[in-house]
């Protein structure tokens, strides 16, 4: 018989695989039973894993307050017993919303507390080098947004410093994009097409969110229609929703629907935008209809399964 670890650790790997396949309402359903049992085991270190992940579906599926609520709920936590080193995860969730919604001020304030906390406590917590790398890249990326190109620049070089000592690849594109982005912002334009290859061979890691994937890709339509490059900006899009179409996510091809939008509205394309709108438009009401089709399954198993508890008596 499987111990309550065992059993907690296969809630949590199912619900981290689930996060990274952009299955976010599964994902958090197996990752709150996992938080559960750590939080019976009294296992500190698991618990704040766990909670860290539910951090990142609630930042993904864009419940901010629900986001913020568990990561102040973390934060709490590990003071309340006394860890060190594991207050970065939930300043970069923090920082990673304020980077979507467009306010770097406050993102940088959170990215610069998340590198502050691994450079003071890393080593007092089971951190791996990936979340010194992200620290930086999101300050490198926040920078390059408000025009502060040397800062943009040190903290690009630190993570890729980080990323070539350590062997870590899942980042490349991230890091390949927010490199062409930060010359294209500096007036050179030619190490963008120098390095053209690299940025149009776009993969998802399936070790990176679906969220990260997308700021990459709308990074990569912002150069390519800074550089007029709109033929490019638009197959970065076409690349999405070919990928959507493939899988039959709905949420993908929203995504992919955006990224028109943005390369329409960036070229001046007022007929394509206005077909881009509508498209969003369709795509929200899709994803809709997909959420209401999971929430009736999981009413209609959870009130089977109360039944089958039930005694026969009284029901």
Known sequence: MASSEQIAREYYDTGMELIH???????????????????ELDDHVSYIWTIRGLAIAYGILGYDSKMLHKSLAALNYIDK?????????FYTAICDR??????????????????QDLEDHGTDFPNEPHSYMVACMNLAYSYLHINRYPDAEVF???????????????????????NANLHYRIGDNQYVYDHIDELVTFIKSNRITIQDYIQDLKLLIETFCGMHEYERAEAVATSLESTATISNDVRMKLNAAQ???????????????HNACVKFAEGTIAVKEAEATEHLLE????????IADTPLDLL
Do not use: C, W
């Open 21 to 39: 396949a952009n299955s976010m309402e599964p994902a958090i359903d197996n990752l709150n039973m996992a938080l559960s049992i750590y939080e």
């Open 81 to 89: 017993k006394g860890v060190q080193g594991a207050k970065h995860f």
């Open 98 to 115: 304020y980077m979507v919604l467009g306010d770097y001020d406050s993102a940088i304030n959170y990215g610069k507390m998340a590198l």
């Open 156 to 178: 690009l070089k630190r993570a890729i410093e980080i990323a070539k000592k350590n062997d870590l690849h899942h980042h490349d594109l991230s890091l390949s994009v927010l």
């Open 259 to 273: 990224l028109y939008m943005m390369v329409y509205k960036l070229s001046g394309d007022t007929e394509k935008y």
């Open 299 to 306: 009413m209609d198993t959870a009130i089977a399964l109360s």
